[in-house]
């Protein structure tokens, strides 16, 4: 008689089942494992949208990561972009996507962010992955940290070199920190003169020129290297035919200023098209592999576990960072341009509070009838004190390019106009210290004399709000 054990009945369809779920996944692996990245990055991805909306970094990183989409798109067409097979690309991409996880709760986004793109770099294997790494890297919203942290070393490198330059030509010049006397004038150095916004664009170009080009990563080194230089030595001369134009050597307008600048970058971008690779026209498309099933499940663990990490510290970190609870600083009266004012101070605002969490010092603001005081004290060097004019353009003010100007008792401060619902502004802002009285109107060479003399410590943060009247 024909019978038929229990277990057959039973497990036969459980193996169909799971063979289906099984060619499932595989068939569909890619976009599981995209889902699985958007996961594990979504608190860099929620970072990265809040800073393009607060004011403080202007959106020119839309322009890059437009770009970056668009040659991922067109290597997923050209059947170039794939998720790489090869064992050690996958271990070292796990690894740098789960350090990236693990450490939201100590490392600052910014570092987070490389970290997670150099492991999705080593995740995907493309022809044009150098470029298309370049181009990410110059998506993130780092202008502002890099004015902050280079602005003051190439101000000074350029002032340095446009007066031997200028000194070359016949010119008597010669530097003062950030200043030029040339002709017995001084000129200085602007921040907008440091080259920042000049440099991120020359790159840009050259990340645009080696994905388009498919180049090498040793290719792609090399032709940002060569740019870097290009566009440091264009801004110096850029530099100094401002400079010409500020002692009455050239015709002045803001006009002729924009042409000089736009000139000098396209001397700079001209040598580039000496250093582009010719195209490789024999290249051969090979169709990679499929993934086993082993790999698959490994990956979908690692990245499982990169994603839950990341979304669970992220949930965690507003309640477990350290906050500094803003403590007041203590006056009855202040002066300014040789006026001693009687102030009263002021409860911070929702907004005001939201700037002093995490800032590792003192603040306080006082009023004195129109005019707003601000004042921030520091021990150390710290990057968490932004330039007024950072604060006010992120709670939407519209802020004018700012000037030094010297007041009473030859008191050097950085003047612009705001402007905010209908209302006029001038802020004048400056960081003093309370030691020996030295002033910096600019943030980023404050931190670098902080950091090489801490003892000229502590410093206070001075804005002043003055109102105008109001607009027609």
């Not at 594990?40 to 970094?57: A, H, M, Q, V, Y």
């Not at 009687?342 to 005019?371: D, K, Q, W």
């Not at 004048?428 to 004399?449: A, P, Y």
Request: proline share 4%.
């Amino acid at each position: 008689m024909f019978t038929l054990t229990l277990h057959r009945l039973t497990i036969i369809p459980e193996r169909k089942s799971l063979a289906t779920t099984r060619k499932f996944f595989i068939r569909h692996h890619a976009l599981f494992c995209l889902l699985l990245i958007a996961l594990s990055t979504w608190p860099l991805i929620n970072w990265f949208g809040k800073r393009f909306n607060d004011g403080g970094d202007e959106p020119w990183g839309l322009i890059p990561l437009t770009a970056a989409a668009y040659f991922a798109f067109r290597s997923y067409q050209q059947g170039t972009l794939h998720l790489t097979r090869h064992s050690a690309r996958n271990a070292v991409g796990y690894l740098l996507m789960l350090i990236s996880a693990l450490s939201t709760l100590h490392l600052p986004p910014m570092l987070r962010a490389i970290l997670a793109l150099a492991g999705i770099s080593f995740l995907f294997s493309s022809r044009r992955q150098s470029g298309w790494l370049m181009l990410l890297l110059l998506s993130m919203p780092a202008l502002s940290s890099a004015e902050f942290y280079l602005g003051w070393p190439l101000r000074l490198l350029v002032s340095q070199c446009s007066a031997f330059l200028l000194d070359l030509v016949g010119l008597s010049a010669q530097s003062k920190g950030t200043a030029i006397l040339c002709n017995n004038q001084l000129v200085h150095v602007d921040p907008a003169c440091s080259g920042i916004r000049f440099l991120w664009h020359g790159i840009l170009v050259a990340a645009w020129i080696a994905t388009w080009h498919e180049t090498s990563w040793m290719k792609t080194l090399r032709l940002v290297t060569a740019t870097t230089i290009l566009v440091i030595l264009a801004n110096i001369l850029r530099a100094s035919l401002l400079i010409l134009q500020g002692i009455g050597l050239i015709p002045a307008g803001d006009l002729l200023h924009e042409f000089i600048g736009l000139i000098c970058f396209a001397l700079a971008l001209l040598p580039l098209r000496f250093l582009i690779p010719k195209p490789n026209t024999s290249i051969v498309h090979i169709q990679p592999k499929k993934h086993n099933a082993t790999q698959c499940i490994t990956r979908y663990t690692c990245l499982s576990a990169a994603a839950i990490s990341s979304l669970s510290l992220g949930s965690l970190k507003p309640w477990v960072g350290k906050v500094y609870t803003p403590s007041t600083i203590t006056l009855q009266e202040f002066s300014f341009q040789g006026t001693t004012m009687n102030v009263v101070p002021c409860t911070l605002t929702s907004e005001e509070m939201r700037f002093a969490e995490h800032f590792p010092g003192t603040i306080s603001v006082y009023r004195s009838g129109n005019t707003q005081i601000i004042l921030r004290e520091m021990n150390l060097a710290t990057r968490k004190l932004h330039a007024s004019r950072d604060c006010l353009r992120a709670s939407g003010y519209e802020v004018s390019d700012a000037k030094e100007v010297t007041g009473a008792h030859n008191n050097v401060w950085l003047c612009y106009r705001a402007l905010h619902d209908g209302q006029r502004y001038i802020v004048h802002e400056r960081i003093t210290s309370l030691v020996d009285q030295s002033t910096w109107t600019d943030v980023s060479q404050w931190f670098w004399h902080a950091l090489r003399r801490p003892l000229n410590g502590p410093w206070r943060a001075e804005t002043i709000i003055q109102r105008e009247e109001e607009l027609p």
